[in-house]
């Protein structure tokens, strides 16, 4: 499967953006997806993730009430909007793919070694 990501940019604190990751390859809703991110010197980090039929999702902390991830099937698609974005936030964002066929509908996953595949990830700065 391949995984494109865009979406990013540059945005003020305060400011909002959405990115969405599209995919291609093999059946989309055969996966629990998610989001990462990786700032400068920083190791990988988890941000949200979404189980393959959408009903569930999952934040990391700094994520919860700022971050939305959802998905549309129907268009290969997944999105993480963000809202109130900090200079913190600032990083590339990675949408990942974990195969899921075998797995409850309600299944996803926080850890980095849990996904399959990786989009080449979209930078996002927010400034002060």
């Known amino acids: 499967v391949q995984l494109q990501a865009f979406g990013g940019g540059l945005v003020q604190a305060g400011g909002s953006l959405r990115l969405s990751c599209a995919a291609s390859?093999?059946?989309?809703?055969?996966?629990?997806m998610g989001w990462f991110r990786q700032a400068p010197g920083k190791e990988r980090e988890f941000v949200a993730a979404i189980s393959r039929t959408g009903g569930r999702t999952y934040y990391a902390e700094f994520a919860k009430g700022r971050f939305t991830i959802s998905r549309d099937n129907a268009k290969n698609t997944v999105y993480l909007r963000m809202n109130s974005l900090k200079p913190e936030d600032t990083a590339v964002y990675y949408c990942?793919?974990?195969?899921?066929?075998?797995?409850?509908?309600?299944?996803?996953?926080?850890?980095?070694?849990?996904?399959?595949?990786w989009g080449q990830g979209t930078e996002v700065t927010v400034s002060s």
């Open positions: 990942a793919a974990d195969v899921a066929d075998f797995k409850s509908g309600s299944y996803y996953s926080s850890r980095t070694g849990d996904y399959d595949y």
């Open positions: 390859g093999r059946t989309f809703s055969s996966y629990a």
